[in-house]
């Protein structure tokens, strides 16, 4: 299923440096959302996104910092990241939130490695 | 959040049938309950939810109990393209967060 898209796939990256992750989604949904899963734990939920407000920050660290320009794109916007950032950061969708019975759509995330 | 509990892992032969339990006796009234799959190198795929009655798609069926203190989710003939790990995720009425737990690894032998 091709509904979310993460650019890129793999990212390489310096504690000094500043990048950006990118997810589409071509599904007319209007809640996205922002996810890390770190190796050997499970999925923690980072931000919630919806009709492009930002309703949920779940005590995520200020170096990373999301963006919403419109209900089909995402950003992901990292600076002075840690080591122990390293991990797949996946980006999901739904038609709404709020109301508990909406599946969401995933992408296929961003392997992330902070050297 | 209610809490789940899953097996680590579970084994299966290649077209038979599945059924992977979950525990939540904490669940509340209007929570849903969640099935999401992961495939390796992949994101989470939905599979299937319900309320109180049992469910059935093209991929799945989901048996839930009648005190909603179990499900049971039913892959009528497994693949190999099945194995992933399997979450079980209750959600909170009128709140789309999803809680993953460590799901339960499902291997599917040719």
């Known amino acids: 299923e091709t509904g979310v898209t993460q650019t890129p796939r793999h990212l390489v990256m310096g504690m000094t440096n500043k990048k950006s992750l990118k997810c589409e989604q071509h599904?007319?949904?209007?809640?996205m959302y922002w996810y890390k899963q770190s190796a050997k734990k499970p999925l923690e939920l980072m931000f919630v996104?919806?009709?492009?407000?930002?309703?949920e920050n779940n005590s995520v660290p200020s170096r990373f910092s999301p963006e919403c320009p419109n209900s089909s794109h995402l950003f992901l916007h990292l600076h002075t990241l840690q080591p122990e950032d390293s991990a797949l950061y996946l980006c999901?969708?739904?038609?709404?939130?709020?109301?508990?019975?909406?599946?969401?759509?995933f992408g296929d995330g961003t392997r992330l490695s902070i050297l | 959040d209610a809490k789940t509990t899953q097996p680590n892992s579970m084994e299966s032969n290649e077209e038979e049938p599945v059924h992977l339990p979950c525990n939540h006796s904490?669940?509340?009234?209007?929570?849903?309950i969640h099935w999401y799959r992961q495939l390796p190198s992949q994101g989470p795929e939905y599979v299937i939810h319900?309320?109180?009655s049992n469910v059935n798609n093209r991929m799945a069926s989901l048996a839930i109990a009648e005190d909603r203190k179990s499900s049971t989710l039913i892959l009528h003939r497994a693949t190999l393209r099945d194995a992933a790990v399997y979450y079980c995720?209750?959600?909170?009425?009128?709140?789309?967060?999803?809680?993953f737990g460590k799901g339960t690894k499902l291997t599917v032998n040719p």
């Open positions: 996104y919806s009709l492009e407000e930002r309703v």
């Open positions: 904490t669940i509340s009234g209007t929570d849903y």
């Open positions: 995720i209750p959600t909170q009425g009128g709140s789309e967060k999803l809680v």
């Open positions: 319900g309320l109180t």
């Open positions: 599904l007319g949904h209007n809640a």
């Open positions: 999901a969708s739904s038609q709404d939130r709020g109301y508990g019975n909406q599946p969401q759509h």
